[in-house]
């Protein structure tokens, strides 16, 4: 089983992972291009498990052994070791296809590349690789910690042993449910979601309730965590307008067309927890005021 696990990009999902990952005892190295960006990603992370001490979930002792497993890295190089890499970084083709040309020269050929794309096709996206039979899907659900599901998606050339490694990993290693998924923009769970998040912003368009009714009515109505425009404040509306947009041009279908108070928002920066401003206003730590 992998133990020593890299992950490219260090925004909120590549942070959430490190952490969900040194929490199971793995060795970590997080990867981003600069150090400003790695010391931020080190803050939140920190940030985070303070608050799961506030809870008394775990002890300062903990704190440091889980920060210690997880090792800030500026280069690609530096995941040598690795044995599986999870790609993290925005959801860009060329980006995401040039990192794993990259990793392709530095990875050991049985090391395994997985994408925690959301829209982006996993076939096209193994096409950078030299071996597009190691290359798969891995689509986390943020806060990662707290929800026990992974789409494991195969391109057409994943080959079984990647696939049967990846589920094996995400089972017993992570301890969560893996759902094989077919290549599809948006898969199951973004592709669902974000039509419910669409929907929510026509509801507030139109007058029919407030941010705040529309959110309870749907937290208390359907036990979620958190209503869906607050969902989208934690997804990032920025990241939701593109998956938007994305099945859009993929499906042509009218029901995936971006509201316009959607990109209202993302335009005047109002990106969600990441700017501390999204239909709901959030403090650094992320926590709704």
């Known amino acids: 089983m992998f133990r020593v696990i890299g992950v490219v990009g260090a925004g909120t999902m590549g942070q959430s992972i490190a952490e969900m990952l040194a929490v199971k005892g793995m060795d970590v190295h997080l990867v981003e291009k600069t150090p400003e960006r790695l010391q931020h990603a080190l803050d939140m992370l920190e940030a985070s498990l303070d ?11 903990e704190k440091k052994l889980m920060l210690n497993r997880i090792h800030m890295e500026t280069s690609l190089y530096h995941l040598a070791s690795c044995e599986l890499v999870i790609e993290t970084i925005s959801e860009d083709l060329d980006s995401k296809k040039a990192v794993i040309q990259q990793l392709d020269g530095i990875l050991s050929k049985d090391a395994i590349i997985a994408s925690n794309t959301s829209t982006l096709s996993l076939t096209e996206l193994a096409g950078a690789s030299q071996y597009p039979e190691r290359v798969i899907g891995m689509h986390f659900v943020y806060p ?4 026990d599901v992974v789409e494991i998606i195969r391109g057409l050339q994943t080959s079984d042993d990647t696939f049967n490694r990846t589920k094996a990993f995400v089972e017993e290693a992570l301890t969560k449910e893996g759902v094989m998924v077919y290549e599809s923009p948006g898969f199951v769970t973004t592709r669902l979601i974000c039509l419910l998040i669409n929907e929510s912003l026509h509801v507030l368009e139109e007058g029919v309730a407030s941010p705040e009714d529309i959110d309870t009515a749907m937290r208390l109505g359907y036990q979620f965590e958190h209503g869906p425009l607050e969902m989208a404040d934690r997804f990032g509306l920025d990241s939701v307008l593109a998956a ?8 042509g279908e009218l029901k995936y067309r971006p509201s316009f108070l959607l990109k209202k928002k993302v335009r005047a920066g109002h990106l969600g927890v990441k700017s ?14």
Do not use: C, V
Not at 276 to 289: A, P, Q, T, V
């Open 244 to 251: 938007l947009e994305r099945m859009f041009r993929e499906f």
């Open 51 to 61: 608050r799961q001490m506030e809870r008394w979930a775990i002890t300062a002792a």
């Open 144 to 147: 990662t910690s707290r929800i």
């Open 276 to 289: 501390g401003i999204g239909f709901f206003k959030y403090n650094k730590d992320g926590e709704r005021l």
